[in-house]
């Protein structure tokens, strides 16, 4: 997980070095912050990640601060300029063939929720954006196991990116957020720069 230069810092931090697997690791019951850099470095070289919304951000995202036209359109742009196929697998449903999924950032000092793109993916990958809808719905062992496809992962692997995931989620839900979807003025969308959901 850690590059081999950083292993000092790593370290001092409280990680571990498995000698069987040859990895750092972060021990169960410690806190992530001090390792989120490098958690967010290897999440972003994976190519199908989890995507927790925060459960204080459900219901506001970007269907729900426009107009139907307009997300009709977002949605339909972004599905022609995929080709009409998943842009993590490649693949494509079987009664549609992708969905649009909302690309978030989120920073965890300001607390804003910034929207920084749209893309297309197929039911299966959808999912495993939204992991924790898939346990409540009971589908999480098969997007358990569709993450671990995708990403040529053992089901273990898949189940502790899982937990590391959650854990961000449950910190990240302690916490009011504010909204920016200013991405969509490129679009033509005129929008507030900040909905703060207080208000």
Not at 105 to 114: E, G, S
Not at 134 to 161: F, T
Request: glycine share 6%; with cysteine; proline share 4%.
């Amino acid at each position: 997980m850690f590059p081999y230069s950083q292993k000092d810092d790593a370290k001092r931090r409280g990680a571990k070095w498995d000698v069987e697997r040859k990895k750092w690791y972060v021990p169960s019951g410690k806190r992530l912050e001090p390792f989120e850099p490098w958690l967010l470095l290897f999440v972003e070289e994976r190519q199908l990640t989890i995507e927790l919304v925060p459960n204080t951000c459900w219901y506001s995202n970007v269907r729900s601060n426009v107009s139907k036209q307009d997300w009709d359109n977002l949605r339909h742009y972004t599905y022609k300029q995929a080709g009409h196929r998943c842009e993590v697998c490649g693949g494509v449903g079987q009664q549609h063939p992708v969905e649009c999924h909302e690309i978030w950032n989120y920073d965890d000092q300001q607390h804003i929720q910034t929207l920084t793109g749209l893309i297309a993916l197929c039911p299966a990958c959808h999912e495993c954006k939204h992991i924790g809808l898939a346990q409540i719905k009971d589908r999480g062992e098969i997007a358990l196991q569709h993450l671990a496809k995708v990403n040529k992962w053992s089901l273990e692997q898949a189940e502790e990116y899982a937990s590391d995931c959650f854990k961000i989620w449950h910190r990240r839900s302690q916490f009011n957020w504010k909204l920016d979807i200013s991405y969509l003025k490129q679009f033509g969308i005129c929008t507030d720069v900040e909905l703060d959901r207080n208000n």
